[in-house]
């Protein structure tokens, strides 16, 4: 089952490397209900997240979550001991703190040019975080930490990204360059490489040698013809 796992997490890590421009150290953003998730199932965020991501991973979260930690009191204190422990991310909510969630959903605004993750047991997080494309989405079930699929938005995203409705003129040449550092354009270049082969001779260049050889017959003929005619004078 891990083995599974694993892969089904590879195959959508490279979904957003190739289509989002995802690299290491990935940023992992996580909330109090995450955290509070990890400690409960007596999971090793730290330890275990950079293996399951296949790739060096930087765990981070907001002011505004410990703050929303630290308002929970006693229930969420090893939660907050947690998220403490990462490193924090400026937020425009210096002077008044919100919601750990409305935080986090502040920081991947504007297409998410922080390459974030989000980490989250909010089920309404995770609905809103679905409506933004490339945005990966972390939760824990059954023990265990789980990478999304791509939501719809990410998908549809792609699909128009292929067909060059959201690509600037400027972005085309990049995109093709990436393509072809990762061999998806290989095929293609061999299609164009096929050259036709020469034909036969051409068939009206013997029709023109029969007509020469015509030609050439019928001054014979008319020779034969008077020399007849003399021969019956």
């Known amino acids: 089952m891990g083995v599974t796992r694993q892969k089904h997490a590879k195959k959508i890590m490279g ?12 940023q992992v953003l996580l909330d109090g209900t995450f955290c509070q998730a990890a400690l409960r199932n007596k999971i090793q965020i730290r330890e275990q997240l950079p293996g399951y991501l296949d790739g060096a991973a ?74 933004k494309p490339g945005i990966p989405l972390l939760f824990i079930i059954q023990n265990t930490m789980v990478l999304d699929k ?14 060059n409705q959201l690509v600037p003129e400027y972005q085309k040449q990049s995109i093709v360059e990436l393509k072809e550092k990762e061999g998806l354009v290989k095929q293609e270049g061999v299609k164009r490489r096929k050259r036709k082969r020469a034909g036969g001779p051409n068939p009206l ?29």
């Open 15 to 26: 979904f957003y490397k190739h289509n989002f421009q995802f690299r290491e150290p990935f």
């Open 58 to 131: 930087q765990l981070c979260t907001t002011r505004c979550v410990i703050k929303e930690l630290e308002s929970l009191g006693k229930a969420l204190y090893g939660a907050k001991l947690i998220a403490q422990s990462f490193q924090v991310r400026n937020c425009s909510h210096h002077k008044n703190p919100v919601s750990g969630s409305t935080c986090l959903l502040s920081m991947i605004e504007d297409g998410n040019p922080h390459h974030f993750f989000i980490a989250t047991q909010d089920q309404d997080l995770s609905n809103k975080v679905k409506r």
């Open 150 to 163: 791509p939501s719809p938005k990410s998908l549809a995203f792609v699909q128009k990204l292929q067909t």
């Open 205 to 233: 260049s013997c029709l023109k040698k029969k007509k020469k050889t015509q030609e050439g017959q019928e001054p014979s003929a008319e020779k034969k013809k008077r020399r007849k005619r003399k021969r019956n004078r």
